[in-house]
């Protein structure tokens, strides 16, 4: 009589993002009546390993790849409506100061999609307009204004990032510090800029372009983001979740 053998067969393996370890349960196989028997044991095991690993591959990284698509299609649409709401004040710079049309969709954007998209949209804005209807001037208008609502997109989005409660609150002081660092941003540049073309910017321009002209865009920016941002907000975190 063939004696009997025992051998122990453990697989384990962890995929990045997947959690908990995928396993195999660790248990001793006997057999006693021929070796290709246990061959054919030990493959069927391999083979219900290799099921898992596929499987458990799917999981972690076909949700990321949806997740990922999701947000390039998201960041391509408020791309697109940074060149399409400026037509509303009929690309005159004055009217284009007082209103703020190209700042909505990076707002949203940093509530939406993270600080990361949010700086790239603010940054890319101003310049591929600028590129493609000739408004806002390059220099040092639309330079200065990439500075300006990159830092928009990226402080909004990482403050908001920090609260642990993404309610009103969070919302509105997110926005306002959003808004602060982004002005003072715009004042460097310009600063910069036209330092580089030999004319001056006091702190009179300053206030008024920061502040004084641009109030009726602040407060319906202050009024509207919010409301947008809290219609969609817990759909928001359910996908989060």
Known sequence: MMAENKSRFNFGMRVPGFPGQISG??????????????????????????????????????????????KLTLAAMFLAVGQILPFITGQIPQVGAVLLPMHYPVFLAAFFLGPSYA??????????????????????????????????????????NRFPEKNLIAVFVSLIIGMLAGRLVWGIAEVILLGIASKGFTMQMFLAGAFINALPGIVLQLVLIPLIVRAFLPRRESQAA
Do not use: S, W
């Not at 057999?31 to 591959?57: D, I, P, S, W």
């Not at 949209?121 to 390059?138: E, K, N, S, T």
């Open 25 to 70: 349960n660790a248990g001793y196989m006997r057999y006693n009546k021929t070796a290709a028997e246990a061959v054919q044991t030990v493959n069927l095991k391999g083979y219900a390993e290799h099921r898992m690993c596929r499987h458990a591959f799917f999981f972690c990284f076909g949700g990321q790849i949806m997740k990922d698509t999701r």
């Open 119 to 160: 700086a790239l949209i603010g940054f890319i804005c101003p310049l591929l307009r600028g590129v493609l209807f000739g408004m806002p001037v390059l220099f040092p208008n639309g330079i200065a204004m990439a500075f300006e609502l990159c830092t928009y997109g990226f402080v909004t989005g990482m403050v908001f």
